[in-house]
């Protein structure tokens, strides 16, 4: 196979195979085990001199597939708040990956620009952003979060009389940030990688669990005597699903010199609901916001958004231009964004839009939210768990707490349970920290996720901490039922789950 052109007959029989072999693997996804069954491929690491051509080197890649891939776009994939791909959004991504456009202008593909164009205004509608706000498709939430806090920092730049893409810092001050202990690690990498300093955040939280102290916020305003401040507020912590107050926030922020920057990776869909909506009041008033549409819009990885009010400022931040890119009076994608070179990210956003509408996705996002909380109630009715927050979306924090099991090995037995229920693989999740205690985050976000596969969450997490505390050896152990308010049922069998 020395040359891809004497693979050119082909092309047809590998595009079956690859379709043939994904509705296989989708006929199954709802009911397979969620871990994949080897670590990882036995790739040989030395290049090939001589190739196989396409219809083998699919096959040998469908084998490690089948053997080594997460079944992450399943119903009881919990773990990272990630979707899946619906069958609008799936079929999309592939018609992008056949046409292959470069979205980076409408000289280089006015169809991918143009529906850009129109699913930009489509999410904007659909978050109740306003219409004059400019709007980016990114790959994810953290270059959303990267392009939302360029243009604040070029804000930032020109209140000091200083174009910061221009001359670069040119001796100024270092930014003040300003967060709550809710900050995500994307929007931290976004700070670092545009050189405004990870460490440089001021976290005020007024608890453990790292709720803003609205306080201390205006104190630091009124310090900084109108000093251009960079405020980044968290529609959606990763750990429980609780908002930072965003209409305080905004209304203190704006007695100063203040951008506020709202991370709304997932949380920004409790707009979609009356049910919900109120934990992003003031939304509207926020200067930049970020969000990612591989959570719970539910298309394929990797697809994220930026908007921001005043269009000057992402034009500002990632303007380019060379004679060989041609002119053209309508905007340019790619220079709106850190990507020139860009994937048509937005057949897969406009044909989950058009396919499902606000009401059906509107339908998804309640249909979860009310998933979540019927495991918060399950929790609640365990006497072996622990609820640690309220379920205010689609986050359960929770630990496993068993009557009288020792205070100072609760965090070493629930990693444990952790790295058992990923061995097991019949739901998937890990542990984090919350308020200094080790705990599970489950977080339901995928269109095909149901009763049957949440409920497995409670049973699981039961079954396991049972037998970990079984293992955990003499001492160890629960107090018996004398001793101990309640008892831990014993683990039962679980069934599939039935869809």
């Known amino acids: 196979m020395p040359d891809p052109l004497s693979d050119h007959a082909n092309l047809a029989a590998a595009l079956d195979l690859a379709a043939s072999e994904a509705k296989v693997y989708l006929a199954g996804i709802d009911d397979a085990l969620v871990r ?290 041609g002119r053209d009076a309508r905007p340019a994608f790619g220079n709106l964004g850190p990507e020139m070179s860009r994937r048509a990210r937005s057949l897969a956003v406009w044909a989950t839009l058009r396919a499902y509408g606000r009401s059906g996705i509107r339908a998804m996002v309640e249909r979860h939210v009310r998933l979540a909380q019927r495991v918060g109630e399950q929790v609640d009715a365990a006497p072996d768990l622990e609820r640690l927050a309220e379920v205010r979306l689609n986050v359960v924090c929770f630990r496993f707490r068993p009557p009288g099991f020792p205070e100072d090995r609760l965090d070493d037995l629930n990693r444990r349970i952790g790295e058992m229920v990923l061995e097991d693989g019949r739901v998937y999740f890990g542990t984090t920290e919350y308020d200094g205690k080790v705990a599970f985050r489950p977080a339901i976000v995928n269109w095909r996720t149901r009763e049957g596969d949440v409920d497995l969450i409670v049973t699981t997490v039961r079954e396991l901490g049972a037998r970990a505390i079984a293992r955990a050896g003499p001492g160890l152990q629960a107090k018996p039922a004398t001793e101990a308010a309640g008892e831990p049922e014993a683990p039962a069998e679980v069934a599939k789950p039935q869809h």
């Open 36 to 325: 994949p069954r080897t670590s990882g491929p036995s790739q040989d690491m030395d290049l090939p001199d001589e190739g196989i051509g396409s219809l083998a080197a699919l096959a040998e890649l469908i084998e490690s597939a089948d053997e080594s891939s997460t079944r992450s776009a399943g119903p009881r994939f919990f773990h990272f708040v990630m979707g899946g791909g619906t069958p609008a959004a799936l079929g999309a991504d592939w018609l992008a990956s056949t046409l292959d456009q470069n979205a980076y202008n409408w000289i280089s593909s006015p169809f991918a620009s143009r529906l850009e164009q129109v699913s930009v205004e489509w999410l904007k509608d659909l978050f109740g952003l306003p219409g004059e706000w400019s709007g980016v498709i990114t790959t994810g939430a953290t270059m959303a979060n990267f392009a939302s806090l360029a243009a604040a920092r070029r804000w930032w730049g020109l209140q000091q009389g200083v174009d910061i893409e221009a001359d670069g810092f040119s001796g100024l001050p270092p930014m003040t940030i300003l967060s709550s202990g809710y900050i995500h690690v994307s929007a931290l990498k976004a700070i670092a990688m545009l050189g405004l300093g990870r460490d440089r955040v001021r976290r005020l939280s007024r608890d453990g669990a790292g709720r803003i102290d609205l306080d201390a916020l205006a104190s630091v305003l009124r310090e900084r005597n109108q000093e251009p401040v960079v405020i980044v507020a968290n529609a959606g912590d990763v750990n429980t699903g609780d908002f930072d107050p965003l209409a305080d926030i905004l209304a203190i922020a704006r007695r100063h010199s203040a951008w506020v920057h709202v991370d709304g990776a997932f949380g920004l869909f409790a707009a979609l609901s009356p049910l919900t909506r109120h934990l992003v009041e003031g939304l509207e008033h926020a200067d930049s916001v970020a969000v990612d549409g591989h959570k719970w819009l539910n298309v394929p990885y990797d697809s994220g958004y930026a908007f921001v009010r005043d269009p000057s400022y992402l034009a500002g931040a990632f303007g380019a231009s060379a004679s060989y890119l």
